[in-house]
């Protein structure tokens, strides 16, 4: 298997709803309605948001936007927002049958050396509390619990230069 990391562009605007929908239907099945999925994925990632957030990615610097490729085949991808020395990854979603084969931590990992050009100095996420395996994947890649939001667990991690 060979996994290459890039930059996300327009053409993979409908593969990313593809994987988030499918995603999501995996990790919050005991969680949420597919009703509810399925509304939360045409808004969150209508075609006209995912396009937008990807031209920013492309042209700006406060997004981070990067897909895992499994021989050619996008698998998985990530989304980091920055403000200042700050950053907020928002998602990370792989298409199920990829999980536990280190791409998440390679989408990371990559991630983060983008981070360290910018001098990044802390990275914060929200995971649902009752996501197991993100929350298990978050802290064997150095984030650490650091307060509870409603439904959701604040995790961080911290950089130094
Ligand atoms: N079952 C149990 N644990 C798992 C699984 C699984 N199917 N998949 C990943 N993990 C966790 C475990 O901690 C595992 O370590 P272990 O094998 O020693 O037990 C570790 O992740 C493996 O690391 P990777 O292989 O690098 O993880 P992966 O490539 O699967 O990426 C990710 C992790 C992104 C969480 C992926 O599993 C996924 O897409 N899950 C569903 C979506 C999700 O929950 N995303 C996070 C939402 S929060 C947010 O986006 C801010």
């Known amino acids: 298997m060979s996994t290459t990391i890039k930059k996300l562009t327009a053409e993979d605007v409908d593969a990313l709803i593809e994987i988030a929908r499918e995603s999501w239907k995996w990790t919050y099945r005991d969680i949420y309605s597919n009703e509810f999925i399925e509304s939360w994925i045409s808004e969150k990632y209508s075609k006209e948001k995912i396009l937008n957030e990807i031209i920013r990615s492309?042209?700006?610097?406060?997004?981070?936007?990067?897909?895992?490729?499994?021989?050619?085949?996008?698998?998985g991808f990530i989304e980091l927002k920055i403000i200042a020395d700050k950053a907020e990854l928002l998602r990370l979603y792989l298409k199920p049958e990829y999980t536990r084969r280190g791409i998440g931590k390679l989408l990371v990992s990559e991630a983060e050396k983008i981070m360290n050009t910018k001098c990044i100095a802390e990275c914060r996420l929200y995971v649902h509390k009752q996501n197991r395996i993100g929350i298990s994947f978050y802290k064997k890649n150095g984030f650490e619990v650091k307060d509870i939001d409603g439904e959701d667990l604040v995790m961080e991690k911290n950089y130094t230069y």
């Not at 492309?58 to 698998?75: E, H, K, M, P, R």
């Open 58 to 75: 492309l042209s700006n610097f406060d997004i981070i936007f990067l897909g895992a490729l499994v021989n050619s085949t996008l698998t």
